[in-house]
């Protein structure tokens, strides 16, 4: 997706009207909703959050606000919600960052299993390997076996250490028995430009921040991390047929304060799945490089535990501290 085409969404997508409650609509909300977001305005993940904020404030009658708080790999912004009144009117949204959290820091401040209700899942995003188009490797298995005669001398990038960019090549080292130099920058963009630039030879980017440029011929995609061929790439295979059982994608969900009523989740869990059953959603997502992933309260508490224990074998294999 250009910049251009970007950043209109993100302009849409925060211009969210305040709309009045419908009649006989429920007792929540009373008032503006906070969505708390652990990263700054005008990246993918805020783009994810404001389109689901505009849908969901439309549906609840009331106007969603993202509160953007940046820093600790999202820390900060779960600090923040475990601290506001549990009454569904502030909420987080719940990432790849956490599920890693929980083993990246030693002694974390917040725990989003014990601190945080989940609420729904909203989406979920692709990685996609990128080369410079003058790296050697046209494919995975060359990919391995430039790596294996060259160890250690294959500039890795990523959005930053403990990121998932940055998991899930550690998780693809692991599995194909290869290293790479990690090279962590402060976001994806800059590891982008740093990719364009020859500085850099690899980079597991996110689908939306590559594709531009994979089409325009300026980067090269090896692969896609999800199970499944990408809908926007179906010429681009899947790490997962060279490797099998090889999977990596970024999520996106709604979580609460721990103690928030049961009947407030269960609304919000409706309310949510209801908005990602639009089809204009799902378009606008799609432009992002993410797919709706609708799941009911029980069945996402699962999933973040799994998404845990995952990325927490990867942390201590690969033995990354926080950036």
């Known amino acids: 997706m250009n910049r251009r085409r970007f950043l209109q969404l993100s302009a849409a997508a925060a211009a969210t009207p305040a709309l009045p409650p419908t009649a006989g609509a429920q007792a929540y909300p009373t008032r503006t909703v906070h969505l708390v977001v652990g990263f700054p305005p005008g990246g993918g993940t805020d783009a994810v959050a404001r389109l689901m904020g505009q849908s969901l404030s439309q549906r609840l009658g009331q106007p969603i606000v993202v509160d953007n708080r940046p820093g600790a790999n999202t820390n900060l912004a779960t600090e923040a919600v475990t601290k ?30 014990r601190d945080i209700a989940p609420i729904a899942s909203i989406a979920r995003g692709t990685y996609v390997i990128v080369v410079n188009p003058a790296f050697p490797a046209k494919t995975v298995p060359e990919l391995i076996a430039y790596a294996k005669a060259n160890p250690g001398k294959i500039n890795m990038a990523s959005a930053g250490a403990g990121n998932p960019t940055h998991l899930a090549g550690e998780l693809f080292q692991m599995m194909a028995g290869i290293t790479m130099l990690h090279v962590p920058y402060r976001g994806d963009a800059p590891a982008l430009t740093d990719l364009l630039g020859g500085q850099v030879q690899l980079y597991f980017s996110t689908e939306g921040g590559a594709i531009e440029h994979i089409r325009a011929g300026k980067l090269r995609a090896l692969a896609v991390t999800t199970a499944t061929r990408s809908q926007a790439m179906p010429d681009v295979p899947t790490v997962a047929e060279f490797i099998p059982g090889y999977e990596a994608s970024g999520f996106w969900g709604i979580g609460a304060p721990a103690s928030t009523p049961a009947g407030t989740i269960e609304r919000l869990n409706k309310e949510i799945n209801a908005s990602l059953s639009d089809p204009n959603l799902k378009a606008r997502f799609s432009e992002l490089g993410v797919t709706a992933f609708p799941l009911p309260t029980a069945e996402f508490r699962q999933f973040i535990a799994a998404e845990i224990d995952k990325w927490g074998k990867v942390v201590k294999f690969s033995g990354v501290k926080p950036g």
Do not use: F
Not at 92 to 102: I, M, R, T, Y
């Open 84 to 113: 506001a009144t549990p009454d569904g009117h502030t909420l987080l949204l719940v990432g790849s960052p956490q599920a890693v959290n929980a083993t990246l820091y030693d002694k974390p401040t917040v725990n989003v299993v």
